[in-house]
């Protein structure tokens, strides 16, 4: 079974953003569950429909105007970027709240926040509860069930091919050489 996949943008691309801002997802693509062919989703929110309802709603090329099975795919899985495979069935964000994927540095894994309406970042549900405990107008139009932390799977043979991970795990093993050498 296929599942749409967030597919982030190669590193050290343009489009790569820096720590601390909003995303590290580049380009969003879901799998037609007929011909396994990807298709790019033009935005985030479109996107976000799509993984909500992909069980129940399971995607296929003709779902997308002027597209069928026998068009060449729009992008081919191959080692040019990291890829990144979502879990089917997440909820889309609450109203005015936005779930961001941001992959750490180390590219090793991603890490999951929401955007709550005060700015202030969720790490975890913990996070949620404490926001509606001190903003009680949010808990008829929130809750905790909306919100999914669940991360990503980082397609690992992806990003062994990337030249950035490579020179990053070099770094990360110098440092520790290094250190190990002082003691």
Do not use: H
Not at 33 to 58: Q, S, V
Not at 126 to 137: H, Y
């Amino acid at each position: 079974m296929s599942s749409p996949a967030p597919v982030p943008a190669s590193p050290g691309s343009s489009s790569q953003r820096k720590r601390g801002s909003t995303e590290s997802i580049g380009l969003y693509a879901v799998q037609c569950c007929e011909c396994y062919k990807w298709r790019t989703i033009p935005t985030k929110d479109e996107f976000e429909t799509i993984r909500e309802n992909f069980t129940a709603d399971p995607w296929f090329c003709s779902k997308r105007p002027d597209c069928s099975c026998e068009d060449p795919a729009d992008i081919e899985y191959d080692s040019s970027r990291i890829w990144v495979i979502d879990k089917p069935n997440i909820p889309k964000p609450p109203p005015k709240t936005e779930r961001l994927v941001i992959m750490r540095g180390d590219l090793t894994k991603t890490d999951i926040y929401y955007v709550l309406p005060n700015g202030k970042r969720a790490k975890g549900t913990g996070d949620v509860q404490k926001f509606l405990d001190a903003n009680p107008e949010y808990k008829d139009s929130l809750s905790l069930e909306s919100f999914s932390f669940t991360m990503p799977k980082i397609v690992e043979e992806t990003v062994s091919n990337s030249s950035a991970w490579k020179t990053k795990k070099a770094k990360k093993q110098d440092k520790t050489n290094a250190s190990s050498s002082k003691n």
